[in-house]
């Protein structure tokens, strides 16, 4: 961990807003509803901040923290290639080998902290680690931390939001609050006690609500409805607690809020095994979907149109999407996922499929007509064609060499899917009847998406107030950082400090 250093002359509060867009906060700030926020985008800078992709949570903060594209991480969703074959996955374990930025702080000396950012267990660190999303039994560094922060705030550290159910709207908006006000309480408290050089907290609670509730929150401010509001002027004074706790041990000091990735509504969704199969390149040996599933998802369908069933349809899938109702759907109805359709592949006449990343397609390792690099690239070009011609969407078609500079891309799907610039989403599912749902049923997981453009707000010392520093990634934040703190970046990394446009000399 290295011998302790000075201070350095800049310390760095980041501040992760999961999914953060200017398309909700904008209003918000305008409205009184975000003071700290407004006050940090006036005396300092504002500007959209592109994500990596896929825009998801673990390849998007896992870019950033380490200053890697996916390509380079070799992340390129929340699952992984487990290597017993397609159908296979698990949880994407970590980002290292990569090292993130707090470890290379560390190794220099400087005090860090992490508080909620996904990873499995904290590890030694100059500093300490309070892990988040995947369990809220964790191991913390040091591992006395958790005890430390419950006895600081009178509870349990709060864990990742319960799965949403429409009956119980209200009750799950107001924890999500209340997760809102105890982490920003623990973030605050570790920051005054320990007085961290760097230290990065994470709200994954604002990308969970705008998920399932972007419909309410994308209306006018006053229109939004109370609870919500409330929830957002939680995280703003949650965010100003943690940036004058930071603050409160001296010195030069710079905090950016920042998000993975941007957010807005979804219109649509692409089943993209559903397509391969209407165009022959995945095949069955039997359906997909069992009889009854099949029946089950055009009844629905067809029930959205007609007034008041929607509503109840909400219902009725929200009892069936986990415990007991989820296994009486699977009984009844039976299991569309794709880890179940593998038992029907014919996998020595399937050409593509797309698993474990709904933005992927992945050629077939199990056709021998495949085993030429050069008929794998026909293949490639002529589903890309078809992609781009295919007129009911526009999907635009990406290769990993197209948008990533990093080199392990072992388990880089071979194409990657953007479909109608995200307002349509991917799925590997076989659900329903065809491949694009345009009159996507609302009980489908939310009515909000991602987007390629998040956030970033930054305001301290040296900042230039009304700085623009023009087109910035998401994995340029970290060498701006560790520019700004007088640590030299790693020549592997692929983002780039964008410091010099802020003010921010080293």
């Known amino acids: 961990m290295g011998a302790a250093v000075p201070s350095p002359a800049r310390r760095f509060l980041v501040l992760g807003l999961d999914g953060g867009t200017f398309e909700l906060l904008d209003p918000l700030m305008e409205s009184g509803d975000l003071p700290f926020l407004r006050s940090m985008a006036k005396s300092g800078v504002k500007a959209p901040l ?32 487990d290597g017993a074959g397609p159908g296979h996955s698990r949880l994407v374990q970590s980002f290292r080998p990569a090292e993130a930025v707090w470890d290379r702080l560390s190794r220099t000396g400087r005090r860090v902290g992490v508080v909620n950012f996904p990873l499995w267990a904290g590890y030694p660190v100059h500093g ?37 159910k429409e009956g119980e709207r209200d009750a799950w908006v107001a924890t999500a609050t209340r997760s809102v006000v105890q982490r920003g309480r623990a973030a605050a408290g570790l920051a005054a006690r320990h007085r961290p050089d760097f230290l990065f907290a994470l709200f994954r609670e604002t990308d969970r609500l705008q998920h399932q509730l972007w419909t309410e929150l994308a209306q006018p401010a006053e229109a939004i409805p109370e609870d919500l509001r409330v929830f957002w002027r939680a995280v703003d004074t949650a965010c100003s607690d943690i940036d004058r706790a930071f603050r409160s041990a001296g010195g030069r000091a710079v905090t950016l809020v920042i998000s993975d990735h941007g957010h807005g509504q979804i219109h649509s969704d692409f089943l993209t095994n559903r397509w391969l199969q209407e165009e022959g390149y995945l095949r069955f040996r039997s359906a997909p979907a069992p ?18 069933v929607a509503a109840l349809s909400r219902r009725v899938a929200s009892v ?4 007991i109702g989820a296994r009486l759907a699977d009984v009844v109805v039976g299991d569309a996922s794709f880890e179940k359709a593998t038992a029907h592949i014919d996998w020595r006449k399937s050409v593509a499929f797309s698993y ?6 992945y050629l077939n390792p199990f056709n021998p007509e495949l085993a030429s690099p050069t008929r794998r ?15 009911e969407a526009r999907i635009e078609v990406l290769g990993p060499e197209d948008i990533y500079r990093g080199r392990n891309l072992r388990h880089a799907p071979d194409l990657l899917i953007r479909v109608d610039d995200m307002r349509t989403e991917p ?19 939310g009515s909000g998406t991602h987007r390629m453009d998040g956030i970033l707000i930054g305001a301290g010392d040296d900042i230039r107030a009304g ?16 520019e700004a703190m007088g640590v030299v970046t790693p020549p592997a990394w692929n983002g780039r400090s964008f410091g010099n446009k802020l003010g921010l000399g080293s």
């Open 128 to 164: 300490f680690i309070l892990p988040g999303m995947f369990s809220r039994s964790s191991p913390t560094f040091p591992g006395n931390l958790r005890a430390e922060v419950e006895g600081e705030i009178g509870g349990e550290y709060p864990a990742e939001l319960p799965v949403f």
């Open 427 to 445: 799925r590997m599912d076989f659900a329903y009847p065809r491949a694009l749902i345009r009159d996507r049923p609302d009980y489908f997981c």
């Open 320 to 323: 069936l999407h986990e415990g």
């Open 50 to 81: 592109t994500s990596v992709y896929p825009a998801k949570t673990i390849p998007a903060w896992y870019s950033f923290a380490t200053g890697m594209d996916p390509g380079e991480l070799g992340i390129f969703g929340f699952t992984e290639p």
């Open 467 to 482: 700085a623009n520093p023009g087109e910035i990634r998401l994995i340029d934040v970290v060498p701006t950082i560790l």
């Open 377 to 391: 690239a026909e293949v490639l070009e002529e589903i890309r064609g078809r992609l781009e011609r295919y007129t």
């Open 356 to 361: 474990p990343v709904p933005e992927g397609i």
């Open 291 to 308: 009889l009854g599933r099949r029946l089950f998802s055009s009844l629905f369908l067809k029930a959205q149109r007609v007034p008041g």
